[in-house]
Antibody, heavy 123, light 110 residues
Framework: EVHLLESGGGLVQPGGSLRLSCAAS????????MSWVRQAPGKGLEWVSA????????YYADSLKGRLTISRDNSKNTLYLQMNSLRAEDTAVYYC????????????????WGQGTTVTVSS | QSALTQPASVSGSPGQSITISCTGT?????????VSWYEQHPGKAPKLMIY???NRPSGVSNRFSGSKSGNTASLTISGLQAEDEADYYC??????????FGGGTRLTVL
């Protein structure tokens, strides 16, 4: 069974940093690009970042570029999101998501989602 | 402000059909066939319902269908059922921002 499990969320002060992880299982991880999507409390979905299957190419939402670094370790089947200079508006549930097509650069339709990890930025 | 525009809410009675619109621009929906639709129940992760405008993933009911005309995509749910009550989000590939979502539509089954 295909499964994604996020971890690393928590309470962090404004200006702080956090690294999220997403452990994948049940599929050939390196064959898929992967994405992070977030959802602020009571708000809609927001695409955050994606990374190619081999990790060489990364993509970021314009509003977040410069504060985030997406990476992956294919030997550990794990996706990461390093978040720096966190702000109150970064408070959200962060989901990792797998696309429905095994293509290193395709991440436009996501058919498997984790349960999410909650990031709260507050003093 | 979301990049794609959806109505905040729609409603329908059991057995009826409803359509949710998703309006973008010529830089996203109008120029690419990478439109997806997601269903999200409260406290749950989103579920892919439609991809590449009109394709249904395995396991998704054929009561769900998608289409596109110009810069607007649509999700139609026929034979409305109580369990369809949820939030629905559209998304599209866009050359400038990669993936954008709509603001979401709350479907109420009366």
């Amino acid at each position: 069974e295909v499964h994604l499990l996020e971890s690393g969320g928590g309470l962090v002060q404004p200006g702080g940093s956090l690294r999220l992880s997403c452990a994948a299982s049940g599929f050939t991880f390196s064959n898929y690009a992967m994405s992070w999507v977030r959802q602020a409390p009571g708000k809609g979905l927001e695409w955050v970042s994606a990374i190619s299957g081999n990790g060489a190419t990364t993509y970021y939402a314009d509003s977040l570029k410069g504060r985030l670094t997406i990476s992956r370790d294919n030997s550990k089947n794990t996706l990461y999101l390093q978040m720096n200079s966190l702000r109150a508006e970064d408070t959200a549930v962060y989901y990792c998501a797998k696309p429905n097509r095994a293509n290193s650069y395709y991440f436009y339709a996501m058919d498997v989602w984790g349960q999410g990890t909650t990031v709260t930025v507050s003093s | 402000q979301s990049a794609l525009t959806q109505p905040a809410s729609v409603s329908g009675s059991p057995g009826q059909s409803i359509t949710i619109s998703c309006t973008g621009t010529s830089s996203d929906i109008g120029d690419y066939n990478y439109v997806s639709w997601y269903e999200q129940h409260p406290g749950k992760a989103p579920k892919l319902m439609i991809y590449e405008v009109s394709n249904r993933p395995s396991g998704v009911s054929n009561r769900f269908s998608g289409s596109k005309s110009g810069n607007t995509a649509s999700l139609t749910i026929s034979g409305l059922q109580a369990e369809d009550e949820a939030d629905y989000y559209c998304s599209s590939y866009t050359s400038s921002r990669f993936v954008v979502f709509g603001g979401g539509t709350r479907l109420t089954v009366l």
